[in-house]
C-alpha cells in the first residue's frame, strides 16, 4: 500500500522569500503524485500533479513541484511567496488503476510581511 | 461544469438528532469520496463509491454512520444518532476513472453538534 510523509508540520516564511515543502511517498511502482491546497474555510484545490514525463511539473499560482525517484520525493517549491499563499499543503500519491488517493498530513504555511 | 456540490454549508443540530449531508459529483465522474477533518485527526477518508457502489467503507468511525449513492449524480451521509464527537468538515470529492486525475473537491459541510 502506498504512504505519503509531510515532515513538516508547520512552515513560516517571509513574504518575498522562496519556499520549499517537502513531500516523501513509499510506493513500489511509478505512482500518481499530487499537491493540494486549502485556504481556510474552504476546500482543497489542486495545484499540480505528476504521473509522467517530465519530472518539474508546473502548476497554478506559481507553484512547481520535482519527482525525484531516487529520493522518492515530491517537494514543492515557489520562488516567491505572497502573503495569499498562506494555507495549509496537501500532498497525495495514488496508485495504478485504484480511484483513491493517499494524503498525507498536511503543512501549514504561515507568511509574515 | 459548477463542480462538486455540497450542501448544507454549515450545520448545527443538537445531540442524539439525525444528520444528512449531501453532494453532487462532476457529471461524468464514477469516484465518489466523503472525507471528515479535524483539527485533531486531520483529514480522515471515510467511504468511496465507484459506479454508485461502495468499496471501501472501513473509515466509517461507527453504525451510526451511513452513505447511500442512488445514482450518479447524487450521494448523502448520514449520522444517526448524532453526538458532539462527530462536530467537523465533512467534504465529498469526486473523480473520473483512475487516480491519475486527482480529485475534485467540494466546499465542505461544516458541521456543529451541540
Known amino acids: 500500500a502506498q504512504s505519503v510523509t509531510q515532515p513538516d508540520i508547520h512552515i513560516t516564511v517571509s513574504e518575498g522569500a522562496s519556499l520549499e515543502l517537502r513531500c516523501n511517498y513509499s510506493?513500489?511502482?511509478?505512482?500518481?503524485l499530487f499537491w493540494y491546497v486549502q485556504s481556510p474555510g474552504q476546500g482543497l484545490q489542486l495545484l499540480l500533479k505528476y504521473f509522467s514525463g517530465d519530472t518539474l511539473v508546473q502548476g497554478i499560482k506559481g507553484f512547481e513541484a520535482e519527482f525525484k525517484r531516487s529520493q522518492s520525493s515530491f517537494n514543492l517549491r515557489k520562488p516567491s511567496v505572497h502573503w495569499s499563499d498562506a494555507a495549509e499543503y496537501f500532498c497525495a500519491v495514488g496508485a495504478g488503476s485504484y480511484g483513491k488517493l493517499t494524503f498525507g498530513q498536511g503543512t501549514i504555511l504561515t507568511v509574515h510581511p | 461544469d459548477a463542480g462538486v456540490i455540497q450542501s448544507p454549508r454549515h450545520e448545527v443540530t443538537e445531540m442524539g438528532q439525525e444528520v444528512t449531508l449531501r453532494c453532487k459529483p462532476i457529471s461524468g465522474h464514477d469516484y465518489l469520496f466523503w472525507y471528515r477533518q479535524t483539527m485533531m485527526r486531520g483529514l480522515e477518508l471515510l467511504i468511496y463509491f465507484n459506479n454508485n457502489v461502495p468499496i471501501d467503507d472501513s473509515g466509517m468511525p461507527e453504525d451510526r454512520f451511513s452513505a447511500k449513492m442512488p445514482n450518479a449524480s447524487f450521494s448523502t451521509l448520514k449520522i444517526q444518532p448524532s453526538e458532539p464527537r462527530d462536530s467537523a468538515v465533512y467534504f465529498c470529492?469526486?473523480?473520473?476513472?483512475?487516480?491519475?486525475?486527482?480529485?475534485?473537491f467540494g466546499s465542505g459541510t461544516r458541521l456543529t453538534v451541540v
Open positions: 510506493y513500489g511502482a511509478t505512482p500518481y
Open positions: 470529492a469526486s473523480s473520473f476513472r483512475d487516480s491519475k486525475n486527482g480529485y475534485t
